[in-house]
């Protein structure tokens, strides 16, 4: 069975830190481009990073650049999201997901493109 948990997530004030956590099971994980998505109260989702299932390719939203790092490690079948310089307007619901990707395209990934595989979501607030 193909998983996706997600922790890490909590309070904090204005320009502090939190790094996320997304434990998978049950994949194959080079063969899965991984992303994070958040979702705040009465907005869209929106993708913020991915990072591809080779090479560690990455992309990420232009709201997060520079504060955000997002990483993979595929022994421990994990991708974690280092948040960094946190704003209110950071505070969401954040998902992990995952999509598998043809060998061709095993280099790439796309913050905006479909996901098949969604964690549970952990919430991040940031507030003073």
């Known amino acids: 069975q193909l998983q996706l948990v997600e922790s890490g997530g909590g309070l904090v004030q204005p320009g502090g830190s939190l790094r996320l956590s997304c434990a998978a099971s049950g994949f194959t994980l080079p063969f899965y481009a991984l992303a994070w998505f958040r979702q705040a109260p009465g907005k869209e989702r929106e993708g913020v990073s991915c990072?591809?299932?080779?090479?560690?390719?990455?992309k990420y939203a232009d709201s997060v650049k520079g504060r955000f790092t997002i990483s993979r490690d595929n022994v421990k079948k994990t991708v974690y999201l280092q948040m960094n310089s946190l704003k209110p307007e950071d505070t969401a619901v954040y998902y992990c997901?995952?999509?598998?990707?043809?060998?061709?395209?095993?280099?790439?990934?796309?913050?905006?493109?479909?996901?098949?595989?969604w964690g549970q979501g952990t919430h991040v607030t940031v507030s003073s």
């Open positions: 997901a995952a999509t598998w990707r043809s060998p061709a395209d095993r280099s790439m990934c796309d913050i905006g493109g479909s996901y098949g595989y």
């Open positions: 990072i591809s299932g080779t090479d560690g390719n990455t």
